[in-house]
């Protein structure tokens, strides 16, 4: 028999972060008030997107959308993908991880290496390694479709499934509230399906906490910009969608646009000064929480999330 401290399985791990404050990179910077970071990179995928990964299959099994050994397909960037192959391995279903080549190489190998189907899509013509924009994503959802009706597939789809920022809602944004001691004034995050961002909001807004977007410079469409450049090396996000799904009817605060380079300088800053070896998505928060303490949050407790982990990038110029 296993003693009270066992997990039944894997799953289980999905959740209950560490959340550390980074004082010395803040101090460093010569700026008031705090940044609070939650170390979602240490999830069982390397990545915030456990959490909905987690929600997505276990809602459609009770719901009875996802049958017992039905192939579950999604595209991905990889880290959506990675958690699902997590859950699909250990509850029995074959899992079709659609993912574009400009995506890093060391997400497609994880996936395979958890027993998913790694089918890898050419970018669009002219497009960069390292570089996924909406033209290539829209590549990725085509092939998914084929894919999932070919195969008689359930489709995860994060970019609206509910489960997505109902994990958010009820467990990332419920964790920052408690673990802070509920001191947050404010939250950002860098806008990939929206999951994360829209589910702490509809849980932390009505506590008076102020939300903000992040986007990349050149493609923050979500604040009503052009979107005339639409390319930069933040993978997961920032691909120049004018709508998500999952922010409809949230309340933002406002919006933060970060440049590649931003994203790059201040993940290598916060993992030399911190220790914290996030990606460029972390980087991305990062920055823009620094941003908000020098202007409307000055003096405040920022939250960000540790999205995913560095060992994403090794073969990028993250770390070059």
């Known amino acids: 028999m296993a003693g009270p401290g066992v997990m039944g399985s894997v799953i289980e791990a999905m959740g209950q972060t560490p959340l550390v404050a980074l004082d010395r990179l803040v101090a460093a910077q010569g700026l008031s008030g705090r940044i609070l970071c939650k170390l979602d990179y240490l999830l069982p995928g390397f990545s915030k997107k456990d959490r909905a990964a987690r929600a997505i ?3 459609a099994r009770a719901s009875g959308a996802l049958e017992r050994g039905q192939t579950v397909v999604e595209l991905t960037s990889g880290n959506m993908g990675t958690g699902l192959a997590i859950v699909c391995a250990v509850l029995g279903h074959p899992f079709v991880a659609v993912m574009s080549t400009g995506n890093s190489m060391e997400r497609a190998r994880m996936m395979a290496a958890l027993g998913a189907e790694v089918v890898l899509v050419p970018q669009a013509a002219g497009g960069k390694a390292g570089q996924v924009s909406g033209a290539d ?5 085509a ?4 894919i999932t009706r070919a195969r008689g597939a359930f489709r995860a789809d994060q970019f609206h499934h509910p489960g997505n920022p ?8 419920a964790e920052l509230w408690d673990q802070s001691g ?3 004034t404010a939250f950002c995050d860098f806008a990939g399906s929206g999951g994360t ?3 702490v909001a509809r849980a932390l807004v009505p506590r008076g906490v102020r939300c903000y977007a992040v986007e990349p410079e050149g493609a923050a469409v979500l604040a009503g910009r052009a979107a005339d450049h639409p390319e930069h090396p933040v993978q997961g996000g920032g691909y120049a969608m004018p709508r998500l799904a999952h922010l409809s009817g949230v309340s933002l605060a406002g919006f933060r646009s970060v440049t590649g380079a931003q994203a790059r300088d201040a993940a290598r800053l916060l993992a030399r000064t911190e220790g914290v070896f996030g990606g460029y998505s972390t980087g991305a928060n990062l920055a823009a929480a620094l941003a908000l303490l020098t202007g409307p949050e000055a003096g405040g407790t920022v939250a960000m999330i540790a999205c995913d982990s560095g060992l994403k990038y090794l073969s990028t110029d993250l770390w070059a």
């Open 143 to 146: 092939r998914a479709q084929e």
């Open 166 to 173: 109902a994990a958010h809602e009820s467990g990332t944004a």
């Open 182 to 184: 509920g001191t947050l």
């Open 137 to 141: 994503l829209a590549l990725v959802e």
């Open 197 to 199: 961002l829209g589910g």
């Open 57 to 59: 299959i276990e809602s």
